[in-house]
């Protein structure tokens, strides 16, 4: 189950202060690692500006959260992102529903031009670190340069099951980029345990380069550090216990808590600076400061910073990244991320899903003479699960109330909302807090009070009331439940009344008052209940309310691109209707006028590769996106002619075997048909002459061959597209069928006998003889021989005859005797 890619986002935010979900994710926050590119530093304004402006117009990032910055050694700078949307927006400005999402990616910044970072392809774009598991995922942490390279700290993310937040931390692994083309090295895991997602920051300061990271502990999140010597991260790291450096990973010691899930931390004159989104609280505007003299701390403060304006509009902001390098003299420029738990708000205004920027005075002024601290502040529980806390007040002062929640580990005090004595909610039952109280007046804040303490007793809360479920037209219900005081965490369930489902299944939990799960099965009917989650335990389940999901069949994709291959098969491509469908890709004869598409084939990607074709025939292609409505509509035509290149190899190794008159060849190929070419080199042929019929295979005999004579043979393979390079040529003579032994003797008065050794007893042969003492030419006896023997009769008395045998255009030498 899933409830959509901003409910994660959201709930990264949301689970590093709450107990009942852990969701383990990485944070960044880039540095100075080379001196400032402007000495004037960078405007909070004009770096917001930029990435809206980036994200309307670049037309492949349209927002990002997690933005960490690595100033390049080239003046370059490189943007590191975590879940990253794809396209452009509408043209009213929302969010495609169609947008790719990967996990990770990042913009290379050069002077004002930006320029996106993705794995994959342009047609399929993929994380730009990759994990090769499906169910599992990087998030980015912090980076730095090393040589010629950017070493970059992810956070390997596992699936544990359908839901949205059924997410663990499986380790943290080192990546890298190659300079200057940014080409993705391998990624390596690092030893480092999967208790802490590190990477909140890389920071070098003298002969160390230190690494924070975050640990999610019930309703805490907690800041660690360790440390590598020099500056190649993927050296032995130590680990800072809170007492001494250790070589063990599970020693690792809490600095703080109220982190982010990413943070920065920098020197900033003599001191250390923090800078983070206030995480002790949920749903927080606030960005504070801590400050130490040392990187492993103590820390003091918080220093509220900056209060964001963006949950005044009902969106959420988390995570901050600190570049100093960027930052103006006298101030620290800091970046956020924002966006919404409302899934409609979320799609409805791209630009919400992109960073922001702010830049305040650093260090911060402290005013002379400030109001004193309150007296009598006293806190004790309230029986709804609020703790009352009173004071006492004088006139022209406001006043802030601070809160600690001991029992959870909370190293500092918290603002809370409020002004005047009253109810504080969201507590814990059994936990013990302190809290303290601070007056306000034109002066500025004075100090905290003594602390009040108190151990808070909470009720689980009230189920809340399912108002109404809307289904879509996408296989999704959107839930509606009333407000729970003192809740900010809701879990909800569905089963399926159609299969007849008894048990309930878990559909995520989520904030706010809706929240939109699914996709479910088409036509069937679900009944939906929300637990409420709350300081005191769950709620028992509300009353169920029902819908019956509708999936509507997709549109149609847009018209394919189709691409021949050398090997006569055509590869498709299409713009992608929506993220999760398969598609039908059907195919006919056009040459043959074919009307019949025949059966699909099925691509669960937006592009698939056809069978070989035949070469030369024209073939028509649709394609239609499938869903659990069924088959949408179908594509325009693409039509494209098959083409099959000649083979791109010539055979090897060609041997040559004479056997009587005939040739048996042989050589080596990959292909199934080849042709054979020759010339007679004892007749003088210049050119070759190719065979009539193919050879298949590798083997071929060649006969009606001139006995005797040398030939030259050469090979190449052939398909339909043509043939192929000619093999190397290679020489062989043919076996003569002329008989051996020849010859002739006198027999009786003008009579001879010319006898001779048969080579073949296939053959007929012509006898030549002249009358050599009369200067005879040769002659040849009409009638041809059949067997070894010839007679030789009305030879004239003492005259010397010569005989020879001749077999086609072949003939033997002469023998000769002289007649009684």
């Not at 800072?240 to 900033?268: I, P």
């Not at 403060?301 to 995570?319: N, W």
């Not at 703790?387 to 190293?411: C, N, P, S």
């Amino acid at each position: 189950m899933d409830g959509g890619p901003w409910v994660r986002f959201a709930m990264r935010w949301l689970l590093a202060a709450w107990t009942v979900v852990v969701l383990l994710a990485v944070a960044a926050a880039a540095g100075p690692r080379v001196a400032p590119e402007d000495p004037g530093g960078t405007s909070a304004a004009g770096l917001t500006a930029l990435f809206q402006r980036y994200g309307d117009t670049s037309g492949d990032w349209l927002g990002a959260d997690r933005t960490a910055s690595v100033p390049l050694p080239d003046g370059r700078r490189l943007w590191l992102f975590s879940d990253t949307f794809l396209g452009r927006p509408d043209p009213g400005g929302a969010r495609p529903r169609s947008a790719s999402l990967v996990h990770n990616s990042a913009v290379v910044q050069d002077g004002g031009k930006l320029t996106t970072l993705t794995g994959g392809s342009p047609g399929r774009p993929a994380s730009l670190f990759s994990t090769g598991d499906d169910g599992e995922y990087h998030w980015v942490g912090d980076a730095s340069v090393l040589s010629d390279q950017v070493q970059v700290l992810v956070n390997r993310i596992k699936r544990t099951g359908p839901g949205p937040l059924d997410h663990v931390l499986a380790a943290t692994d080192l990546a890298t980029l190659a300079l200057p083309t940014f080409a993705a090295g391998r990624v390596r895991p690092l030893p480092v345990g999967d208790k802490v997602s590190w990477g909140s920051e890389v920071m070098t300061d003298g002969a160390y380069t230190y690494i924070y990271g975050s640990e999610a502990a019930g309703q805490m999140k907690f800041a660690h550090v360790a440390r590598v010597r020099g500056t190649d991260l993927g050296q032995p790291w130590e680990f800072w216990t809170g007492r001494a450096w250790s070589a063990a990973a599970g020693e690792s010691g809490r600095l703080l808590s109220g982190v982010g899930t990413s943070f920065g931390v920098r020197k900033v004159g003599d001191r250390y600076v923090l800078v983070t989104h206030e995480n002790n609280l949920m749903f927080s505007a606030d960005f504070v400061a801590y400050t130490a003299t040392a990187p492993t701390g103590p820390f003091e403060g918080p220093h509220y910073l900056f209060r964001a304006p963006e949950p005044d509009a009902g969106h959420i902001v988390y995570d901050a990244d600190l570049h100093l390098d960027l930052s103006r003299p006298g101030s620290l420029l800091v970046s956020y991320n924002v966006n919404d738990l409302d899934e409609a708000v979320a799609y409805a205004d791209a630009s919400i899903y992109r960073p922001r920027f702010f830049e305040v005075p650093w260090p911060p002024r402290v005013a002379g003479q400030l109001p004193p601290a309150p007296a009598e502040v006293a806190a004790a529980p309230d029986g709804s699960g609020t703790a009352r806390v009173t004071w006492k007040t004088e006139g022209g002062r406001d006043y802030r109330v601070y809160r600690r929640d001991v029992t959870a580990g909370q190293t500092h005090f918290v603002r809370l909302p409020g002004n005047a004595p009253g109810k504080f909610e969201f507590l814990t039952n059994g936990h013990r807090y302190e809290f303290a109280v601070s007056a306000v007046d034109k002066r500025g804040e004075g100090a905290l009070s003594p602390v009040a303490g108190m151990t808070a007793t909470v009720p689980p809360p009230p189920a809340p009331a399912m108002v109404r479920a809307e289904p879509d037209n996408a296989g999704k219900v959107t839930l509606h439940w009333t407000e729970v005081p003192f809740v900010q965490l809701f879990k909800l369930y569905y089963r399926d009344l159609t299969t007849g489902q008894r048990g309930r299944t878990a559909a995520g939990a989520y904030p706010g008052q809706s929240a939109t799960i699914g996709p479910l099965r088409h036509g069937h009917e679900y009944e939906f209940t929300a637990v409420a989650v709350g300081g005191g335990g769950d709620s028992v389940h509300s009353k169920g309310v029902r819908a019956t999901v509708v999936v509507a069949t997709p549109p149609a994709p847009g018209t394919p691109s189709a691409q021949t291959r050398p090997d006569g098969t055509v590869l498709l491509s299409w713009p992608q209707v929506a993220p999760g469908l398969a598609y039908k890709i059907y195919q006919r004869d056009a040459t043959a006028g074919t009307t019949d598409w025949g059966v699909p084939g099925i691509s669960r990607t937006t592009q698939f590769r056809s069978r070989p074709l035949e070469h030369g025939r024209e073939y028509e292609f649709v394609v239609a996106a499938v869903n659990d409505g069924g088959e949408g509509t179908r594509s325009p035509v693409v039509r494209v002619r098959a083409q099959l290149a000649p083979p791109g190899d010539a055979p090897t190794r060609l041997r040559a075997e004479p056997r009587g008159t005939a040739v048996e060849l042989s050589w080596r190929s990959r292909q199934t048909w080849h042709w054979i070419y020759r010339r007679d080199v004892t007749a003088g042929e210049k050119d070759f002459t190719r065979e009539e019929v193919g050879a298949q295979g590798r083997e071929a005999t060649l006969r009606n061959l001139v006995a005797g004579h040398e030939y030259e043979l050469k090979v190449a393979a052939f398909n339909p597209g043509g043939a192929g390079p000619q093999s190397s040529p290679v020489r062989v003579r043919v076996g003569s069928a002329l008989p051996t032994g020849l010859a002739v003797v006198a027999t009786g008065p003008g009579t001879a006998r010319l006898t001779w050794q048969e080579i073949r007893s296939d053959v007929l042969y012509r006898i030549q003889v002249r009358d050599a003492s009369a200067g005879e030419q040769w002659r040849t006896d009409p009638y041809p021989v059949d067997g070894s023997t010839y007679e030789a009769i009305m030879l004239i008395a003492g005259h010397q005859y010569e005989f020879r045998v001749q077999l086609d255009d072949l003939t033997t030498e002469p023998v000769s005797v002289t007649a009684r």
